[in-house]
């Protein structure tokens, strides 16, 4: 099958069951994972100066806020609010291998889930599909979201979902949380891994459904759960 790294990104997009078919046969996850940590790393650095303070406006809300000190607060507040340089490449390198991390504990989790369900794909298999589908749900997200936090000198107020509708609840409320689990970016994602993990560990449409949709739901409500453990 004829596959060029070009290709594949723009299939990922265009063609997905193409895409998904190339990854089956070549995951080149590390690829994905190097794509998706450039766009979010790039969006990071960008945005830290409306980013920053507004996600210490979140935590000063949570148990851990509340109990630290007001100069060490406005410390924080000073640092985010007029960034250097330096700090908007460490906030983007950190952004970005911290997410590239994340995905491939979640690879693990889908992979056990799908071994469970009698998948017979390998875990690099299972990476691709991951890696590859993040490209669209966390890398083209963040490209399409960069000039919208620009634009609106807010990322929590700029909602690509239901979430719009509970924008103006705050970013600590429950509903406004629960609506942001189904950013349409994060649907659109989901459905390429249902694509992909069909693909790759020999499911029929609707087991792979199943199987992909409960994980990422579950995955979804125990880090809303956690989260609000915090608040």
Same mark, same amino acid.
Request: glycine share 10%; net charge positive.
């Given at each position: 099958m004829?596959? =060029?790294?070009?290709?594949? &990104?723009?299939n990922?997009?265009?063609?997905?069951?193409?895409?998904?078919?190339?990854?089956?046969?070549?995951?080149?996850?590390?690829?994905?994972? +190097?794509?998706?940590?450039?766009?979010?790393g790039?969006?990071?650095?960008?945005?830290?100066?409306?980013?920053?303070?507004?996600?210490?406006?979140?935590?000063?809300?949570?148990?851990?806020g509340?109990?630290?000190?007001?100069?060490?607060?406005?410390?924080?507040?000073?640092?985010?609010e007029a960034?250097?340089?330096s700090?908007?490449?460490?906030q983007?390198?950190q952004?970005?291998? *911290?997410?590239?991390?994340?995905?491939?504990v979640?690879?693990?989790?889908?992979?056990? &889930?799908?071994?469970?369900?009698?998948?017979? *794909?390998t875990?690099?298999?299972?990476? !691709?599909?991951?890696?590859?589908? =993040?490209?669209?749900? #966390?890398?083209?997200?963040?490209?399409?979201?960069?000039?919208?936090? #620009?634009?609106? !000198?807010s990322s929590?107020?700029?909602a690509?979902?239901?979430?719009? &509708?509970?924008?103006?609840? !705050?970013?600590t409320?429950?509903?406004?949380?629960?609506?942001?689990?189904f950013?349409?970016?994060?649907?659109?994602?989901?459905?390429?891994?249902?694509?992909? +993990?069909?693909?790759?560990?020999?499911?029929? %449409?609707?087991?792979?459904?199943?199987?992909?949709?409960?994980?990422? #739901?579950f995955?979804?409500?125990?880090?809303?759960?956690? !989260? %609000?453990?915090?608040l």
């Amino acid at each position: 099958m004829s596959d =060029s790294i070009g290709k594949r &990104f723009l299939n990922i997009v265009t063609n997905p069951v193409a895409a998904m078919a190339e990854v089956k046969e070549s995951p080149r996850w590390v690829i994905a994972a +190097l794509a998706v940590a450039l766009m979010l790393g790039l969006f990071s650095a960008a945005t830290l100066q409306i980013t920053g303070p507004e996600q210490l406006d979140v935590m000063r809300e949570t148990r851990f806020g509340r109990m630290m000190p007001e100069e060490d607060l406005a410390a924080m507040y000073a640092k985010y609010e007029a960034p250097t340089a330096s700090a908007r490449v460490i906030q983007g390198i950190q952004s970005g291998v *911290g997410a590239a991390v994340m995905l491939f504990v979640m690879a693990l989790i889908y992979l056990l &889930f799908c071994k469970l369900a009698g998948g017979r *794909g390998t875990l690099l298999q299972t990476a !691709g599909v991951v890696y590859w589908s =993040s490209v669209v749900s #966390l890398g083209l997200a963040s490209l399409v979201k960069w000039p919208l936090v #620009l634009a609106k !000198g807010s990322s929590m107020g700029v909602a690509i979902g239901p979430a719009i &509708f509970a924008v103006d609840r !705050g970013p600590t409320d429950a509903l406004y949380q629960l609506l942001s689990i189904f950013d349409l970016f994060t649907v659109w994602g989901v459905l390429l891994m249902v694509i992909g +993990l069909g693909q790759v560990h020999e499911f029929a %449409r609707n087991k792979a459904t199943t199987v992909v949709v409960t994980t990422w #739901l579950f995955l979804s409500l125990v880090l809303f759960g956690i !989260g %609000r453990l915090f608040l």
